[in-house]
């Protein structure tokens, strides 16, 4: 790609971008959120068409006008929100859209054929015959890949594929990658994580802005240097955190069951409790019941056995309006379907749980003045970028939206507060600030249980650190002491011997 | 007038595209209905008619005199309130295709309030527009409970619930409550005794049909924008519409308030009914409705679901309505084809703004 340009109505997203990749190397594509990597990789992709600029694949300049002409060229890509269809089957997923070998008759069994070939030959271990829905989201990544290298793709565009992994999964996929690029594909991978970019690639390129910071080989860089490149000034990679205070129990949860949408016990047996001034932090591989666990505590799913406990009220059965009158705010896993509504603006988002109360209305009337002026306050205290205070939310990017979510959440001085995942999918800057708002509540008395697949986090933040294995608690453990050797083996399901 | 305009106070820097974007959205359903009108000539030119002729007399007919135009704004009135209940329905993300049969029922409920209570004056008006609002509203609440409680479909449970109203002013308009006089002369008309005149709603231009019922579906209009936009309750409706896991997870009782949005649709088609047989009929009769019940969908989606666009997507549509009799009387053609008229308009809408909302979506997305 030389010379890339791509404007959106106020906004220069590429401003004379060059970039190559060569067959068989892993070139890491480094940016913050809104550093314009996206936008980038969709003009490859065909999804956009570069206002100026040219895309050279194999010696030959292409004009893609869509994604067909894309993958014609070799060119795959491997989305952040997967494109399956959950009710089919991997073969048939993988078969969607391409000629039958038989005419009009399916060949499924061959396509299951090739990819058991195919998942053999790059350890992507899927059973073709699962249907999509079932499987966990490294596996569905998994399909993806497989998709697109049966369609022959030589050069695969990966959009931060480890955002939804485990760093077990993570590096499961980093064996794949690895032995696609040593067969001779060419990989972008695209993320905004120092270590993985430094673990994976063989040359890194930084965008800032729209522009393009350099391209470097990456065994001269270090984490340092990568960040300081990436934001444009020094980031600190660790926190300053004052000992623990705890206070009175603020959150109770005991020997509690629920079941899952598979219709198994999703969380057996689980008791936890976190008191005020501390940060209690659950780690555990995905999909081991954090998600049920995090439902039940914020009222969305009817636990089975067991009670839940908040300030010293039984909240077991409660609704999510009462517990949140009660004193809990809640950071969701997934943003955009349960976080906001992205159709309203930024000022209809921000009063989401307040709107019912003064001052926020009065015998149901909005009152628009005391609104508007509580969002700026918002957005200034919590550093939110958006154009205006009524720009709809889904024209923000992820790490505005998060601070926006934080800054409705934190701004009503819970008690307790639920936050699942509060940085997936957000830059740097963003999570770096979203943690310090944590730390911040937590200094003030807060009761934190911190949801969170990212270890980093967990052990950057937490006082005390439980561990879930298969809904089940492996033990809890202090944080100053605990070590990732022995935090590894209750993920893996190893109790903690007290 | 566009959504995001209503909103919220609008400020300085984004006013001039904003303005644009509203202009725009304007533009479209003028367009949709300037393609429909092409496609409609297309189809007369086979049938052997002139044209030009014959939308110069549907133009004529409905908007060329007073009498033509009055009864444009007669035909609008329905089609307004029906189309604001769906409005409110579609904006809470439940879908409403029982404005027929609840507003059979209000009109059934209206005019045995209008015959049976013993209330002097205004008194007996207001009452029987009441009585017309709660049937319909009870009309709505029903499938608004069964998607609540058991999760029925409620596009199918207002269509079967348009189907008993059917059946109920059927019996009733053949039994209980059919005109006495009917009974005495032997001719058994399926209708309703003449409403008292206290009960009449005050008619507007003499020697015509309109109504102080089109004043009141305009102040409904105007109500039913603040109530989406300015109200706490119309604030929950459009959360839950846009984004029911979100408002679940913000403490609004979603279900509650879907169930709401069906008993306010039902309220308006209901009143639609009781404004119909207190402004024109003056009793109920059979066919009352005349399937103004589902063209104030359509009218509800031109009016891009807007409680204001609303206003001129109802009077656009009476005239067509108006005005296609007039057409099918001049150059006689069947007046089935102003009713295809009437889905090519919702067709090139529908698709127009699934387009414009693609390419707006590819516009705003950066990163």
């Not at chain 1, 038989?102 to 015959?129: Q, T």
């Not at chain 1, 393009?212 to 984490?223: H, L, N, S």
Request: aromatic share 6%; charged share 20%; net charge neutral.
């Amino acid at each position: 790609m030389v010379d890339i340009v791509k404007r959106f109505p106020g906004v220069l997203a590429n401003d004379g971008v060059s970039f190559d990749v060569r067959a068989g190397e892993v070139h890491a594509l480094l940016g913050e959120n809104g550093a314009g990597k996206s936008t980038l990789m969709r003009q490859l992709y065909g999804l956009y068409r570069p206002d100026s600029g040219q895309i050279i694949i194999d010696g030959q300049p292409r004009v893609f006008h869509s994604p067909s002409d894309a993958i014609k060229a070799g060119v795959g890509m491997i989305h952040q929100h997967f494109m399956l269809v959950s009710s089919l089957t991997v073969a048939e997923n993988v078969a969607l859209g391409l000629p039958s070998s038989r005419g009009a008759r399916l060949d499924l069994d061959r396509v299951a054929e090739r990819i058991r070939a195919l998942a053999e030959r790059y350890g992507l271990k899927v059973d073709p015959s699962a249907v999509v829905w079932q499987l966990s989201v490294g596996e569905q990544q998994r399909v993806e890949i497989l998709k697109a290298l049966y369609r022959g793709a030589s050069l695969l565009v990966l959009d931060e594929p480890t955002a939804v992994l485990t760093p077990q999964e993570a590096e499961e996929l980093f064996v794949t990658l690895r032995q696609m690029a040593a067969d001779g594909h060419a990989l972008i991978f695209i993320s905004h994580k120092l270590h993985e970019v430094l673990a994976l690639s063989n040359r890194v390129t930084v965008l800032r802005d729209g522009r393009m910071v350099g391209t470097y080989p990456t065994t001269e860089m270090t984490r340092a240097d990568l960040a300081r490149l990436m934001v444009g000034r020094e980031v600190l990679l660790q926190y300053d955190r004052p000992p623990a205070k705890p206070g009175e129990e603020r959150l109770k949860i005991d020997g509690l069951w629920t079941v899952g949408d598979r219709g198994t016990d999703a969380v057996r047996d689980f008791t936890l409790s976190v008191r005020a001034g501390e940060i209690v932090g659950l780690a555990g591989v995905s999909g081991n019941g954090q998600r049920e666990l995090a439902e039940v505590l914020t009222g969305l799913r009817k636990p089975s056995k067991g009670a839940v406990t908040l300030n010293g009220k039984d909240v077991t059965h409660a609704s999510p309006a009462e517990r949140i009158a009660a004193g809990q705010c809640a950071i969701p896993e997934e943003r955009m379907r349960t976080g906001v509504i992205k159709d309203f603006s930024v000022l209809e988002n921000a009063i989401l749980c307040d709107h019912g109360h003064a001052p926020y209305s009065h015998q149901t009337l909005l009152d628009f003045k005391t609104i508007a002026a509580h969002t700026q306050q918002l957005i200034a205290d919590y550093a939110v970028k958006t154009p205006t205070a009524d720009t709809p939310v889904k024209n923000l990017s992820g790490g505005n939206i998060q601070k926006l979510i934080l800054a409705r959440e934190l701004c009503r001085k819970p008690t307790v507060v639920i936050a699942a995942q509060p940085t997936r999918g957000v830059d740097i800057g963003a999570s770096e600030y979203i943690h310090h708002r944590l730390l911040e509540q937590r200094a003030s008395g807060t009761a934190t249980l911190l949801i969170s697949e990212d270890l980093d986090e967990i052990r950057a933040l937490s006082d005390r650190i439980a561990v879930i294995f298969e809904g089940r608690l492996m033990g809890v453990v202090d944080a100053a002491t605990a070590t990732a050797e022995s935090l590894g083996l209750m993920m893996a399901g190893t109790r903690h011997a007290d | 007038m566009s959504e995001t305009t209503s909103t919220a106070p609008r400020t300085a820097a984004s006013g001039a595209s904003r303005a644009w974007q509203s202009w725009q959205g304007a533009l479209v359903p003028v367009g949709a209905v300037l393609l429909a009108l092409v496609i409609g000539a297309v189809v007369l030119v086979i049938l052997g008619a002139d044209p030009v002729r014959a939308y110069t007399a549907m133009a004529e007919g409905a908007f060329g005199s007073v009498s033509g135009f009055t009864q444009t704004l007669v035909v609008a009135t329905p089609l307004l309130l029906v189309g604001l209940g769906v409005t409110i329905a579609f904006r809470g993300g439940v879908i409403n295709i029982g404005g027929e049969g609840q507003l059979i029922v209000g009109a059934l409920a209206a005019t045995a309030a209008a015959l049976y209570l013993p209330l002097p004056g205004v008194l007996l008006l207001l009452a029987a527009l009441i009585a017309g609002t709660l049937a319909g509203a009870l009309w709505g609440a029903v499938p608004g409970a069964l998607k609540a409680q058991l999760g029925v479909n409620e596009i199918l449970s207002t269509i079967m619930m348009n189907q008993i109203a059917l059946q109920l002013a059927n019996f009733l308009l053949r039994g209980p409550m059919i005109d006495p006089k009917e009974i005495e002369a032997g001719t058994r008309i399926a209708q309703s005794a003449l409403l008292p005149a206290e009960s009449y709603l005050v008619r507007l231009v003499p020697r015509t049909l309109l109504h102080a019922g089109s004043i009141l579906a305009v102040i409904a209009a105007i109500g039913v924008f603040f109530l989406l936009w300015r109200t706490t309750i119309g604030y929950r409706i459009r959360a839950v519409g846009l984004n029911p896991d979100a408002a679940r997870y913000a403490g609004i009782p979603v279900k509650r308030y879907q169930m709401l949005a069906l008993i306010l649709g039902g309220a308006f088609a209901g009143l639609a009914g009781a404004v119909e047989v207190l402004g024109v009929q003056h009793r109920m009769v059979e066919g009352l409705s005349g399937g103004y019940g589902f063209s104030g969908i359509v009218a509800a989606l031109f009016g891009k679901l807007h409680p204001l666009g609303a206003i001129p997507a109802s009077v656009l549509f009476g005239g067509l309505l108006v005005g296609g009799d007039k057409m099918q009387r001049t150059v006689q053609v069947p007046d089935a084809l102003i009713v295809a008229l009437l889905g090519l308009v919702v067709l090139f809408v529908v698709g127009s703004d699934y387009i414009m909302r693609k390419r707006a979506a590819r516009a705003q997305t950066h990163e």
